[in-house]
T-cell receptor
Framework: SQKIEQNSEALNIQEGKTATLTCNYTNYSPAYLQWYRQDPGRGPVFLLLIRENEKEKRKERLKVTFDTTLKQSLFHITASQPADSATYLCALGSGYSTLTFGKGTMLLVSP | GAGVSQSPSNKVTEKGKDVELRCDPISGHTALYWYRQSLGQGLEFLIYFQGNSAPDKSGLPSDRFSAERTGGSVSTLTIQRTQQEDSAVYLC?????????????FGPGTRLLVL
């Protein structure tokens, strides 16, 4: 069955550093991958979409890579800020199917 | 503009009671999704509606769960004879369509606690 793995342990980094979050998947060939941010008590908010034929996408301080050979996506936040502290979810989809979400990784950025 | 809204924001009920959760999607969005998120777990897909097509109910965990979408807009998720394991946050999302890679816009969720 499809499996999506994100680091279950929180990632603690210092302000100004680059945060890198990992999303690995098995038994799946997604056509695209999305990253969402979720703050406590709130619903997820869409950040970035990357398709299978794209290797990298950037948006402001965010960068996503998608390696279909390794079955992995990396999500980078450069010059991280305490306001970036949240849980980040990756979600995979193909065609017109619904998204399959990972459990998310909590990021804590300390000043 | 207005985002996805859900009500109630919190619901406490007794085991065995029925509950109804409401979702108002973004106006003009044809696709609507329900998810469940338990503590420490990812989003678990429950059901989705696309326009006038038959809903995809493949994620509903049991026949105690049902949902309907009236007039292609508001949706209600009903849980009958609630159990303690139904305690979770129920999230609703909508999107313009179910096109490939379409962004989903989430509501704030309904926190359900079954005592």
């Amino acid at each position: 069955s499809q499996k999506i793995e994100q680091n279950s342990e929180a990632l603690n980094i210092q302000e100004g550093k680059t945060a890198t979050l990992t999303c690995n998947y098995t038994n799946y060939s997604p056509a695209y991958l999305q990253w969402y941010r979720q703050d406590p008590g709130r619903g997820p908010v869409f950040l970035l979409l990357i398709r299978e034929n794209e290797k990298e996408k950037r948006k402001e301080r965010l960068k996503v890579t998608f390696d279909t050979t390794l079955k992995q996506s990396l999500f980078h936040i450069t010059a991280s800020q305490p306001a970036d502290s949240a849980t980040y979810l990756c979600a995979l989809g193909s065609g017109y199917s619904t998204l399959t979400f990972g459990k998310g990784t909590m990021l804590l950025v300390s000043p | 503009g207005a985002g996805v809204s859900q009500s109630p924001s919190n619901k406490v009920t007794e085991k065995g009671k029925d509950v109804e959760l409401r979702c108002d999607p973004i106006s003009g969005h044809t696709a609507l999704y329900w998810y469940r998120q338990s503590l420490g777990q990812g989003l678990e897909f429950l059901i989705y509606f696309q326009g006038n097509s038959a809903p995809d109910k493949s994620g509903l965990p049991s026949d105690r769960f049902s949902a309907e979408r009236t007039g292609g807009s508001v949706s209600t998720l009903t849980i009958q004879r609630t159990q303690q394991e139904d305690s979770a946050v129920y999230l609703c999302a909508s999107s313009l369509s179910t096109g490939s890679g379409e962004t989903q816009y989430f509501g704030p969720g309904t926190r359900l606690l079954v005592l």
